[in-house]
Antibody
Framework: QVQLVQSGAELKKPGSSVKVSCKAS????????ISWVRQAPGQGLEWMGR????????DYAQKFQGRLTITEDKSTSTAYMELSSLRSDDTAVYYC????????WGQGTLVTVSS | EIVMTQSPATLSVSPGERATLSCRAS??????LAWYQQKSGQAPRLLIY???TRATGIPARFSGSGSATEFTLTISSLQSEDFAVYYC?????????FGGGTKVEIK
């Protein structure tokens, strides 16, 4: 059964970028999509975007258009989420998750944006 | 985008009692609805998909019902490990959207 393992916590300055990885362990993503979901401190879940590896297609929530890039490396079964022009309100835990109904989830990556 | 509205925001329940959580969609999503449980400091866990199908390993005390715009998650007899936040999510149309969550707390 596939598990999703994410990269570690990040501390970033406002205006910089962050790239978080999500590696499938014990299997591959295919043929499912991989979504990225974030959760600000004390808040709910917010879907950011997804990639469909077998189609090499990514799409993004309108809110993140132009700032978010989701990619994947099929050779290593790893998906990446890169968010640019970081602001303090991007401070959140970022999760990857597989499929339309999301399971499994990665363990989460805390991204802190602070000067 | 489809707006998902959960109620109540907080539900106070005694252990052993039944809990009923509601989720409403702003337009029909047929049965393309999932429920998740999230405990403090943990990633969400899928409970239900297809509005009523329990995910692998989910106890039978969790059940989902509904279709179109009105959905319910029922926990038949609350155990101590069930006190958590619950989210609904639609996957009928992209973007995926979540409800705001219902916190189930000990009464």
């Amino acid at each position: 059964q596939v598990q999703l393992v994410q990269s570690g916590a990040e501390l970033k300055k406002p205006g910089s970028s962050v790239k978080v990885s999500c590696k499938a362990s014990g299997g591959t993503f295919s043929p499912y999509s991989i979504s990225w979901v974030r959760q600000a401190p004390g808040q709910g879940l917010e879907w950011m975007g997804r990639i469909i590896p077998i189609l090499d297609i990514a799409d993004y929530a309108q809110k993140f258009q132009g700032r978010l890039t989701i990619t994947e490396d099929k050779s290593t079964s790893t998906a990446y989420m890169e968010l640019s022009s970081l602001r303090s309100d991007d401070t959140a835990v970022y999760y990857c998750a597989k499929g339309d109904w999301l399971a499994p989830w990665g363990q989460g990556t805390l991204v802190t944006v602070s000067s | 985008e489809i707006v998902m509205t959960q109620s109540p925001a907080t539900l106070s329940v005694s252990p052993g009692e039944r809990a009923t959580l509601s989720c409403r969609a702003s337009q029909s999503i047929t049965s393309n609805l999932a429920w998740y449980q999230q405990k403090s400091g943990q990633a969400p866990r899928l409970l239900i998909y297809g509005a009523s199908t329990r995910a692998t390993g989910i106890p039978a005390r969790f059940s989902g019902s509904g279709s179109a715009t009105e959905f319910t998650l029922t926990i038949s007899s609350l155990q101590s490990e069930d006190f958590a936040v619950y989210y609904c999510q639609q996957y009928n149309k992209w973007p995926l959207t979540f409800g705001g969550g219902t916190k189930v707390e000990i009464k």
